[in-house]
């Protein structure tokens, strides 16, 4: 695992979009997987810049998301289709038709998550998976004591979750957050040939701590990641600061990032 330790989410947010427009210059036909939440929005901003100013395009690029509400309909202004479209995809060349996302209103949930799966196999496997991390170390929605294998499916939120995404999102009302979603496995996302992960602020260094100096454990399900032979992290000073080896890290990857 690489951790970039960036001065601040500016910073750390160009490097990934860096890291993305380079693989879409190189591979215009590319898979990418895409998470929701504040972390990206940052990065996704850079990426629709590079759009604009003509060093990229998305027009031939797919894309697969992490997760999705169970319950909420793509057009609900708090589901992560929504967020994806006005985040993402409404400032980027993308063709929307080449944009997916786990149908929250699924009326067979098990089936729509199948489906999902068989479709990202269909187009070749991931070949960058963007990813944010929960206060309590999980990637998607997979939440502590998930299986570190586990498959695209129907998860349960921890309580803990369910107040953060009220804090940031559903307007503070925790009684409107759904308790369930339909989220990629944690063997799903390690399939992806590369993963870039943010990690932004001091209220997620325990979770970074966790997951680059931790066990490997199902009680962070972004330990996972260190099993992983291509898996980065953008981090600012504060989710790196309790990081025993910090330095060493940023100085290593920055020489890798070198080449
Ligand atoms: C949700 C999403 C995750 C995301 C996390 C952190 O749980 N399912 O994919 O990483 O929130 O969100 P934020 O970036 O807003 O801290």
Same mark, same amino acid.
């Given at each position: 695992m690489?951790? #970039?330790? =960036?001065?601040?989410?500016?910073?750390a947010?160009?490097?990934?979009?860096?890291?993305i427009?380079a693989?879409?210059?190189?591979?215009?036909? =590319?898979?990418?997987?895409?998470?929701t939440?504040s972390?990206?929005?940052?990065?996704?901003?850079?990426?629709?810049?590079?759009?604009?100013?003509?060093k990229?395009s998305?027009?031939?690029?797919?894309?697969?998301?992490?997760?999705?509400?169970?319950?909420?309909?793509p057009?609900?202004?708090?589901?992560?289709?929504?967020?994806?479209?006005?985040?993402?995809f409404?400032?980027?060349?993308?063709?929307?038709?080449?944009?997916h996302?786990?149908?929250?209103?699924a009326?067979? %949930?098990?089936?729509?998550?199948?489906?999902y799966?068989?479709?990202? @196999?269909?187009a070749?496997?991931?070949?960058?998976?963007? *990813?944010?991390? +929960?206060?309590? +170390?999980?990637?998607?929605?997979?939440?502590?004591?998930?299986?570190?294998?586990?498959?695209?499916? #129907?998860?349960?939120?921890? %309580?803990?979750?369910?107040?953060?995404n009220?804090?940031?999102?559903?307007?503070?009302?925790l009684?409107?957050v759904?308790?369930?979603?339909?989220?990629?496995g944690?063997?799903?996302? =390690?399939e992806?040939?590369?993963?870039?992960? *943010?990690?932004f602020?001091?209220?997620?260094?325990d979770?970074?701590?966790?997951?680059?100096?931790?066990g490997?454990?199902q009680?962070?399900?972004a330990?996972?990641?260190?099993?992983?032979?291509?898996?980065?992290?953008?981090?600012?000073?504060?989710?790196?600061?309790?990081?025993?080896?910090?330095?060493y890290?940023?100085?290593?990857?920055?020489?890798?990032? @070198?080449?």
């Amino acid at each position: 695992m690489e951790i #970039v330790v =960036c001065k601040d989410k500016a910073e750390a947010s160009r490097k990934a979009a860096d890291m993305i427009a380079a693989l879409v210059k190189r591979n215009p036909k =590319c898979v990418l997987g895409l998470a929701t939440g504040s972390t990206p929005v940052l990065m996704y901003g850079e990426l629709a810049k590079d759009v604009k100013a003509k060093k990229i395009s998305f027009r031939q690029v797919k894309t697969w998301n992490l997760d999705e509400y169970y319950g909420l309909a793509p057009t609900h202004d708090q589901s992560y289709r929504y967020f994806m479209n006005e985040n993402l995809f409404k400032k980027i060349d993308i063709q929307i038709k080449n944009t997916h996302v786990l149908n929250g209103l699924a009326k067979d %949930p098990v089936k729509e998550c199948k489906a999902y799966e068989a479709a990202i @196999k269909r187009a070749g496997g991931i070949d960058l998976q963007v *990813l944010g991390i +929960g206060s309590d +170390g999980h990637i998607a929605f997979n939440e502590p004591g998930t299986s570190l294998k586990s498959r695209t499916s #129907v998860v349960y939120l921890t %309580p803990s979750t369910i107040k953060d995404n009220a804090r940031l999102f559903f307007h503070g009302k925790l009684d409107e957050v759904p308790t369930r979603a339909l989220s990629m496995g944690v063997g799903t996302i =390690c399939e992806a040939k590369r993963v870039v992960l *943010l990690a932004f602020g001091k209220g997620k260094a325990d979770a970074v701590k966790g997951m680059v100096e931790g066990g490997m454990s199902q009680f962070c399900t972004a330990s996972a990641l260190q099993a992983h032979n291509d898996a980065w992290v953008f981090c600012d000073e504060d989710a790196a600061s309790k990081l025993k080896l910090k330095d060493y890290y940023a100085w290593r990857s920055a020489t890798v990032l @070198k080449g």
